[in-house]
Nanobody, 115 residues
Framework: QVQLVESGGGLVQAGGSLRLACAASGSFLRIGEMGWYRQAPGKQRELVASIPTGVSTNYADYVKGRFTISRDNAKNTVYLQMYSLEPEDTAVYYC?????????WGQGTQVTVSS
């Protein structure tokens, strides 16, 4: 089993920055791909960024150049550094991890960007 706990959300003005963190704990040998998704009110959950176990990364077009995903495998933690935040980035951000072909989700952390 894998438990994911996110932190770092909050309220920020447009143009500001936030850093999200997600720590994985539980009984596992090595977490696979990790990533961040978000869900705004009335919208479906969507991929923000993902990072496999190597150095490659994937980003949604709307965050390219503004967000950076990274991971610390020794700490089983994935980060999302967000710059130049826009009101449209307001959403609940969820951490995702894949372990033994099963998806695990965190409880979500609210990010609110005011204009």
């Amino acid at each position: 089993q894998v438990q994911l706990v996110e932190s770092g959300g909050g309220l920020v003005q447009a143009g500001g920055s936030l850093r999200l963190a997600c720590a994985a704990s539980g009984s596992f040998l090595r977490i696979g791909e990790m990533g961040w998704y978000r869900q705004a009110p009335g919208k479906q959950r969507e991929l923000v960024a993902s990072i496999p176990t190597g150095v490659s990364t994937n980003y949604a077009d709307y965050v390219k150049g503004r967000f950076t995903i990274s991971r610390d495998n020794a700490k089983n933690t994935v980060y999302l550094q967000m710059y130049s935040l826009e009101p449209e980035d307001t959403a609940v951000y969820y951490c995702n991890a894949v372990y033994r072909w099963k998806n695990y989700w965190g409880q979500g952390t609210q990010v609110t960007v005011s204009s």
